[in-house]
């Protein structure tokens, strides 16, 4: 059974910092790894999707890496803005891609 | 606006009451999911449907019965509600069978009284 875990559970940085919020992952046989942010009551948006034969991914100030062989994901915030306050969660996916397995998510909050 | 949309946003119902929420996506994407976001917030699936087949089927009590009239629906009906079923429940979608990141409705706040 796939247990996704966060670390840590919540953040608080000032404007301008990078940062790094991590994933680890029990089951290494994944399809792929996702990350979401989710605003307080909004669903989730996914911010990278990382392929299982991938290492990493990149979007505008975020990066995405992925290392199956440990279980382990980071999700890298460059220059963090007031605006990226949110919960970021990763969700590993195993069944063909299907059935995702949620974190429960780190709440990151910057500050000006 | 393309996106996935649910309705309705808030459900506040009696306890033993049954009640359907609806979900919409004009994505193009051929699977559908529901979640269940409790109260600590952890996310977990509930259901996955591809092209109208049932693929996802997470131990959820027979109460709550998934129905896809076609690809683009993916209603779920609740029977019998109890406490325990206060949540808040996404629909999602996605195409070629997770290939391709999930998309998320805004969610639709269930209490039960």
């Known amino acids: 059974k796939q247990e996704v875990t966060q670390i840590p559970a919540a953040l608080s940085v000032p404007e301008g910092e990078n940062l790094v919020l991590n994933c680890s992952f029990t089951?290494?046989?994944?399809?792929?790894l996702q990350w979401f942010r989710q605003d307080p009551g909004k669903g989730l948006t996914s911010l990278l999707l990382?392929?299982?034969?991938?290492r990493e991914q990149t979007s505008g100030r975020l990066n995405a890496s992925l290392d199956k062989s440990s279980g382990r994901s980071t999700l890298y915030i460059a220059a963090s803005q007031p605006g990226d306050s949110a919960t970021y969660l990763c969700a590993a996916s195993t069944g063909g891609g299907n059935k995702l397995t949620f974190g429960t998510g780190t709440q990151l909050k910057v500050e000006l | 606006d393309t996106a996935v949309s649910q309705t309705p946003k808030y459900l506040v119902t009696q306890m033993g009451n049954d009640k359907s929420i609806k979900c919409e996506q004009n994505?193009?994407?051929?699977?559908m999911y529901w979640y269940k976001q409790d109260s600590k917030k952890f996310l977990k699936i509930m259901f996955s449907y591809n092209n109208k087949e049932l693929i996802i089927n997470e131990t959820v009590p027979n109460r709550f019965s998934p129905k896809s009239p076609d690809k683009a629906h993916l209603n779920l009906h609740i029977n019998s509600l109890e406490l325990g079923d206060s949540a808040v429940y996404f629909c999602?979608?996605?195409?070629?069978?997770?290939?391709?990141?999930?998309?998320f409705g805004d969610g639709t706040r269930l209490s039960i009284l």
């Open positions: 994505l193009g994407h051929d699977t």
């Open positions: 990382i392929q299982s034969s991938q």
């Open positions: 089951d290494s046989a994944i399809y792929n």
């Open positions: 999602a979608s996605s195409l070629r069978q997770g290939e391709k990141p999930q998309h």
